[in-house]
C-alpha cells in the first residue's frame, strides 16, 4: 500500500463551485500535512499546511485532516479558473531524522469559467 | 530574489550520454532535493542534502549521483543516460532540516531516446 493515496481525477468544476480534494495515508507517524498546487509547466508551491489534526483556513481554502481515520482534504469555495491546478497533498513525518516529504500522485482540477 | 533555478530547461540525450542538472538556491535555505515527476507516479525523490556536506538518497538513487557544491547549489548527475530516465525533473529548498516547507524549481524536462 503505498504511504498516500490521492484520486488523480481529472476533476471539472464550473466557477463558483465548492471543490473537495481528499487525499488517505497510512502511516500514524505522519504529523505534517500540506497541499501542493502546481500550474501546467511548473514546479509545485506550497499552498497551505496543518499540523496534527483540525482545519486551517486561509481565503478560499481550507485545509482538514482527520487522524483517526487518516483522511486529508482541501476544500475550495467559490472556485475561480485560476485555481485550474494540479493539486498534491504530502505528508512529513515528526522526529528526528526524518526528511523525506511523500506526496500523493495529485488530482488534475479545471474549473470552467 | 530569483528563488530556486534550474538550468537547462529542456534537454534530449542519447542512451549512454551522461549530463549534469544545476539547481542554485538564494533563499540562504539548509537543505536542498531532486526529484522526478513521472505521469501516473507523482513527485519521486532522488536525494536530497539536509545540509552543506551531506547528500542521501531517496526513494529512487539508481542511476544517478549528486554534489552539493556550496549551499547555494545541488547538481544531479546521469552518468550513462537510460530511456528509463525520461522525466521532468525538479529541484528544491527548504530552510529547515524538517522540509515540509519546500520551494520548487521551475523544472528541467529530460528525454532520453
Known amino acids: 500500500q503505498k504511504e498516500v493515496e490521492q484520486d488523480p481525477g481529472p476533476l471539472s468544476v464550473p466557477e463558483g463551485a465548492i471543490v473537495s480534494l481528499n487525499c488517505t495515508y497510512s502511516?500514524?507517524?505522519?504529523?505534517?500535512f500540506m497541499w501542493y498546487r502546481q500550474y501546467s509547466r511548473k514546479g509545485p508551491e506550497l499552498l497551505m499546511y496543518t499540523y496534527s489534526s483540525g482545519n486551517k483556513e486561509d481565503g478560499r481554502f481550507t485545509a482538514q485532516v482527520d487522524k483517526s481515520s487518516k483522511y486529508i482534504s482541501l476544500f475550495i469555495r467559490d472556485s475561480q479558473p485560476s485555481d485550474s491546478a494540479t493539486y498534491l497533498c504530502a505528508v512529513w513525518p515528526s522526529g528526528a531524522g526524518s526528511y523525506q516529504l511523500t506526496f500523493g500522485k495529485g488530482t488534475k482540477l479545471s474549473v470552467i469559467p | 530574489n530569483a528563488g530556486v533555478t534550474q538550468t537547462p530547461k529542456f534537454q534530449v540525450l542519447k542512451t549512454g550520454q551522461s549530463m549534469t542538472l544545476q539547481c542554485a538556491q538564494d533563499?540562504?535555505?539548509?537543505?536542498m532535493y531532486w526529484y522526478r515527476q513521472d505521469p501516473g507516479m507523482g513527485l519521486r525523490l532522488i536525494y536530497y542534502s539536509a545540509s552543506e556536506g551531506t547528500t542521501d538518497k531517496g526513494e529512487v538513487p539508481n542511476g544517478y549521483n549528486v554534489s552539493r557544491l556550496n549551499k547555494r547549489e545541488f547538481s544531479l548527475r546521469l552518468e550513462s543516460a537510460a530511456p528509463s530516465q525520461t522525466s521532468v525533473y525538479f529541484c528544491a529548498s527548504s530552510e529547515q532540516r524538517e522540509g515540509y516547507e519546500q520551494y520548487f524549481g521551475p523544472g528541467t524536462r529530460l528525454t532520453v531516446t
Open positions: 533563499m540562504n535555505h539548509n537543505s
Open positions: 502511516n500514524s507517524a505522519f504529523q505534517y
